[in-house]
Each structure stands twice: as structure tokens, then as C-alpha cells.
């Protein structure tokens, strides 16, 4: 099948175009290179994929990658994902994770893709939820701009449902984590501590490490988007471990993680809170299971096994 990935150098995005080039599709990637990297699509590309350097801000060039490969599938993850960054400039964030997002549902309507599944945050949109688990009808409430922008683009991707009758879906992700992450992703933390592990570095924790975040690993998001392209489900879907996890208890997996390797993670410092954090975070994911047929299946310990192997 023919499948178009905005963002697909990234960190999540070169995972699931690994997946795609696995089952033997045909993989066209859309990305700037802003945070991605052409080395996490090096057995990709070498493997048949192509890496179309283009700003999905770009709505001709863009389109001429569309009109080329003519997508049946498109997986929207390219943004702008730097909470802080988008505090400073919500427009630039906006620009992007907005307008851009306009203008891949435009190429795939116009050139005829069978199925657009985007990329959404749970964490970033629910703000301080009244419900943990929290489920996707619980009330919008972003506490910065890349929340806000994040929804808007939700919107239009069920706009462009109703209004065009394109097959649309948001995936709403948890604190995605594993091989390829940035350390200044939104969950950047596990590849922070993974490093400070690694270096013999002393982990910093802001506040006193009894809040809380689901993550998920990558492995399992990147089943997430496979069924979740081919099913016909609108609307959005919350793609989490479905359990609250405390940094502290990621610093004791990762300590024993480490510990069965050699490696000693130092005890960590503790910092003041930073503002504007959530201080507990989980997503209830029983729509997807039920809707979807998904199930996360890999544990904290098990996901921080699998980073710690491609670093050593
Ligand atoms: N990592 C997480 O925990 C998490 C949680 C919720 C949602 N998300 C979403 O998942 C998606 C992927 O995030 P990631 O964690 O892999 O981060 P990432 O930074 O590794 O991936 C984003 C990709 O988009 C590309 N990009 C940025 N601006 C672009 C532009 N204007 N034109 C074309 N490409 C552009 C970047 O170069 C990068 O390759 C994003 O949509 C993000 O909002 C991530």
C-alpha cells in the first residue's frame, strides 16, 4: 500500500515507518528535519522509503509529494511539539500545528487518500482532569498553546469527516517513549534518565516525584496507528498505558533495569516544581481497546529493557 508520514523522521514517526517498510508497503516520509533526523530512516530508506524534505507549512510542495504518490494511507505526525516554545510564540506553533495540518487534509482529499489517521496528545489536552483514568469526552482544558493548537487540529480533522466525507481518526497519545527519543520530546524524561544512567549522571526531578504519567511505548503506539488505519473509526481515541505512573517509581525501574547490567543510577536530585505541569496524568484507554482491538501490551520495565539494549 501506498503510505504517506508527515514527521516520519522523527522519533515516533521513524518507528511506525519501520513497521510499514516491514509489512511491505510503499513509504513516502514529509518532514523538515526541524527535531527529526535522516539517520532514524536509515535501514528504512535503504530499504525502499523516501524522505521528501519538505514543511508541511508548504502547501505546493506538499501537494506535488501527494499528486506523486497518490497515498491510499497518511499518517499526520510532523508538528511542532515543544510545549515551551510554543508559550513564547503560539503563533509559530500555531503555524504549524494548525496550518499545516490544514494543508495535509487538503492534499489527501484532493488526491484521493483512502484513510487519514493523525497525531494527538492526551496529556497536552485534558490539562488538570477531575477524572483519572481520563476519558476522551472529559473537558477540553490545554494549559499551553501546543494543547490548543493540538485541538484545533483534532477539529479540523473531524471537519474535513463531516464537511468532505474524508475517513479521519485522532490518536491521543500518553507520554510516548523508547528507541530514537529526543530528550526534548514531551516525554523526553525516560530518554533523559536512560542518559543519566548512562553517563553515571545524577537524575533531576522537579517536585517531589510522586506525580504521575502514562507512558507508552513506542512499539505499542505504532500498533495503535496500524489498526487504527485500517479501521473506519472517527473521532478521537486515547492510545496510553492506561495507568498512572510516578517518576519516582520510573527511577526505581530504571535503577533496576540498570542494576542488571552494571550500571548505577545515581540518586536523584530534586528540584522546585516547574509551573504550568500537570501533577497527575493518565489516560483511560477503553475505547481503544474495545473499538480498536488494541491492548498495550509492554510494561515500563520491559520498554526500558529494549532502550537500554540499542544503547549498550
Ligand atoms: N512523544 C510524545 O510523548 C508525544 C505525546 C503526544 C503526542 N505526540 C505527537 O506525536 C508526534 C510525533 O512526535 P515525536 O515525539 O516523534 O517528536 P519528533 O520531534 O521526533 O517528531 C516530529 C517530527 O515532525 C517534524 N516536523 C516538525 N515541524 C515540521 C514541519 N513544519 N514540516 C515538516 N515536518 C516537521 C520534525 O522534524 C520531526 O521529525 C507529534 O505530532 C507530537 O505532537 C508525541
Same mark, same amino acid.
Given at each position: 500500500m501506498d503510505c504517506i508520514v508527515t514527521g516520519g523522521a522523527g522519533f515516533i514517526g521513524s518507528n511506525l515507518v519501520d513497521a510499514l517498510i516491514a509489512r511491505g508497503d510503499q513509504v513516502a516520509v514529509i518532514d523538515n528535519l526541524k527535531t527529526g533526523k535522516a539517520e532514524n530512516l536509515a535501514a528504512a530508506t535503504a530499504a525502499g522509503a523516501v524522505l521528501h524534505r519538505v514543511d508541511v507549512r508548504d502547501a505546493e510542495a506538499l501537494g506535488a509529494v501527494f499528486a506523486q504518490v497518490r497515498p491510499a494511507l497518511v499518517f499526520h505526525l510532523a508538528a511542532q511539539i515543544d510545549v515551551r516554545s510554543s508559550v513564547d510564540d503560539p503563533r509559530a506553533d500555531a503555524d504549524v500545528n494548525v496550518g499545516g495540518t490544514i494543508n495535509v487534509l487538503a492534499a489527501a482529499l484532493e488526491h484521493g487518500a483512502r484513510r487519514v489517521v493523525n497525531t494527538s496528545t492526551g496529556g497536552g489536552l485534558? $490539562? +488538570? !482532569? @477531575? %477524572? %483519572? *483514568?481520563? *476519558?476522551?469526552e472529559h473537558p477540553v482544558r490545554p494549559l499551553a498553546p501546543y494543547g490548543q493548537s493540538k485541538h484545533a487540529a483534532e477539529g479540523y480533522f473531524a471537519l474535513y469527516t463531516r464537511l468532505h466525507g474524508l475517513s479521519t481518526v485522532s490518536l491521543r497519545y500518553g507520554n510516548v517513549y523508547g528507541p530514537?527519543? +529526543?530528550?526534548? $520530546? @514531551? !516525554? $523526553?524524561v525516560v530518554a533523559i534518565f536512560c542518559g543519566c544512567l548512562m553517563d553515571g549522571t545524577t537524575p533531576r526531578i522537579f517536585g517531589d516525584g510522586h506525580q504521575t504519567r502514562d507512558w507508552v511505548e513506542v512499539g505499542d503506539v505504532v500498533t495503535a496507528n496500524l489498526l487504527a488505519a485500517q479501521s473506519d473509526i472517527t473521532g478521537a481515541l486515547n492510545i496510553g498505558w492506561g495507568q498512572e505512573t510516578s517518576v519516582l517509581d520510573l527511577v526505581r525501574e530504571l535503577g533496576a533495569a540498570g542494576a542488571d547490567r552494571g550500571l548505577r543510577l545515581a540518586a536523584p536530585d530534586f528540584l522546585p516544581a516547574r509551573a504550568g505541569e500537570v501533577s497527575r496524568s493518565c489516560l483511560d484507554v477503553r475505547r481503544a481497546r474495545t473499538e480498536l482491538g488494541w491492548t498495550p501490551r509492554t510494561t515500563l520495565r520491559d520498554g526500558l529493557d529494549r532502550i537500554l539494549s540499542g544503547l549498550l
Open positions: 485534558y $490539562g +488538570d !482532569a @477531575e %477524572l %483519572l *483514568p481520563t *476519558p476522551e530514537r527519543q +529526543d530528550v526534548h $520530546g @514531551e !516525554a $523526553g
